[in-house]
């Protein structure tokens, strides 16, 4: 089966510029997450929805940070504006039941701000 | 909330040897247990994992062991080889909910031949 898709690969941007970064969950998945993991560290939850719906955004710092899964399917994650902390990469991960087993994680998207 | 910390940091063994990583989780409540290993460039992939039912599970040269009276799990890597040089990352949920993974600090492992 395919994996789960993000783009871009790489972005670098300059501080109080916008980001968005798109990922395509594994068919079938009703679950999908956004993790940041900053560098030498384990990745930290974002936001997890189950179909279009939110069920944790309780970590999203939502002055600069919103995110989308329309219809269910793909999503969207952006940061308006970016500031120097949010260089990091930003990974999608996606799983079958959403009950905290089951994760596949895509190859993320390194975002450096400068 | 729950919180993982993962020891050691960096770990460095000879091609051969074994490696060992451990880790401790907070919440009694954690019922489900996966190790990730993630290369330069990749996401993390998942290699192993336990559930709170069974205190060890192997597979091939990978083996975790869990003690959920001390809340803490282990990877066991034995018979090291220079492909197993990577970042591993443990985790922690409680399946049945709508829990979410709260990962570790991740171990450097180095597998020098």
Known sequence: EAGVAQSPRYKIIEKRQSV????????????????QQILGQG????????????????????????????K?????????????????????????????????FGSGTRLTVV | GENVEQHPSTLSVQEGDSAVIKCTYSDSASNYFPWYKQELGKGPQLIIDIRSNVG??????IAVTLNKTAKHFSLH????????SAVYFCAAS?????????FGKGTKLSVKP
């Not at chain 1, 069920?55 to 995110?67: E, M, T």
């Not at chain 2, 060890?56 to 040269?61: N, T």
Request: charged residues 20%; negative net charge.
């Open chain 2, 77 to 84: 890597i034995t018979e090291t080889q220079p492909e197993d």
């Open chain 1, 43 to 70: 990745p930290k939850l974002l936001i997890q929805f189950q179909n279009n719906g939110v069920v944790d955004d309780s970590q999203l710092p939502k002055d600069r940070f919103s995110a989308e899964r329309l």
């Open chain 1, 72 to 104: 269910g399917v793909d999503s969207t994650l952006k940061i308006q504006p970016a500031k120097l902390e949010d260089s990091a990469v930003y990974l999608c991960a996606s799983s079958l039941s959403g009950f905290g087993d089951g994760y596949t």
């Open chain 2, 56 to 61: 060890e599970k192997k597979d091939q040269r």
């Open chain 2, 94 to 102: 409680m399946v049945g909910s709508q829990g979410n993974l709260i």
């Open chain 1, 20 to 35: 968005a970064f798109w990922c395509n969950p594994i068919s079938g998945h009703a679950t999908l997450y956004w993790y």
